[in-house]
């Protein structure tokens, strides 16, 4: 008992500002200005919520969504391929190959910038969605790469070879007969492509220069100041909300699959 009591009074130290923070978003302008503080709303005001719709903040939760979706297919497609080959097939210079992708997560993304820059503006990208979802599946990559490897490493070969002698090739056997079996690691690949696509801020701001192309973070953080500079707090805080709550629901959803990806293939036995 005393150890489930604890871990109740943990859990609640962290859900707190979760909570304060969608509460606060129902207060008006007027009670975030006064002081000291209210904990609670002394009347439930959708002011800030109406601020966020009159300022277009629809379109650019749209963007979101559109970047969001192609870097989570193009990721989670291209890291079960690579996974797939860096796990099965036998070629020169594979484990080389394989360090070299693994390299490119100690690389600062403020580094290659410019060279981004200079690609997505020569393949005429810039200020695109479709050059977003480049950039976010190259970040994500890395990670999907390592763990679709070591989830279809855990699989024994067996089990491939009996697809094959009943007359499946290797793409077939993937898809029927591997896939359902590494399902935690995919859906670790698509939540982590997911986190990285919706929450990036710095690449949106730099790639993206007019206001339509903007994805939610680049917005929430353009967000006008009230009179004497002062940040519009209500407005922030509640754009805050809508960004954090499909990231909330999405891994409420599959954390157990998210946890048991990342252990798959943690032990071989």
């Known amino acids: 008992m005393p150890f489930y009591t604890v871990c109740g009074l943990l859990a609640l130290l962290f859900v707190a500002p979760l909570g304060w923070l969608v509460v606060s978003s129902f207060k008006s302008s007027a009670e975030f200005a006064q002081s000291p503080p209210t904990l609670l709303p002394s009347e439930v005001s959708l002011e800030n919520y109406r601020r966020l719709l009159d300022a277009g903040l629809f379109q650019n939760v749209v963007n979101s969504l559109l970047v969001t979706a192609g870097t989570v297919v193009a990721a989670t497609v291209l890291s079960v391929l690579a996974g797939y080959g860096f796990a099965r097939f036998d070629f020169r210079g594979r484990g080389v190959l394989f ?36 950039v976010y599946t190259v970040f994500a990559l890395p990670f999907g790469i390592f763990t679709m490897r070591a989830a279809f490493a855990s699989v024994p070969v067996a089990v491939e070879e009996a697809a094959v002698v009943d007359g499946a090739d290797a793409l077939t056997a993937l898809r029927r007969v591997l896939l359902p079996i590494v399902a ?82 943690a032990v071989k036995g």
């Open 184 to 265: 935690p690691g995919v859906a670790t690949v698509a939540l982590y492509a997911f986190f990285t696509a919706w929450n990036e801020f710095l690449a949106a701001l730099i790639f993206t220069t007019s206001q339509e192309k903007y994805t939610l973070p680049v917005v929430l953080a353009n967000l006008q100041t009230g009179a004497g500079g002062t940040l519009n707090w209500g407005v922030l805080e509640t754009g805050a909300v809508i960004a954090a709550v499909p990231c909330v629901a999405i891994f409420l959803i599959l954390q157990r699959y998210y946890v048991a990806g990342l252990t798959g293939g």
């Open 99 to 134: 360090l070299v992708i693994l390299s490119t997560l100690m690389i600062p993304f403020q580094s290659i910038v410019p060279s981004l820059y200079v690609i997505l503006d020569y393949l005429r990208l810039t200020n695109s969605l479709a050059g977003l979802v480049l």
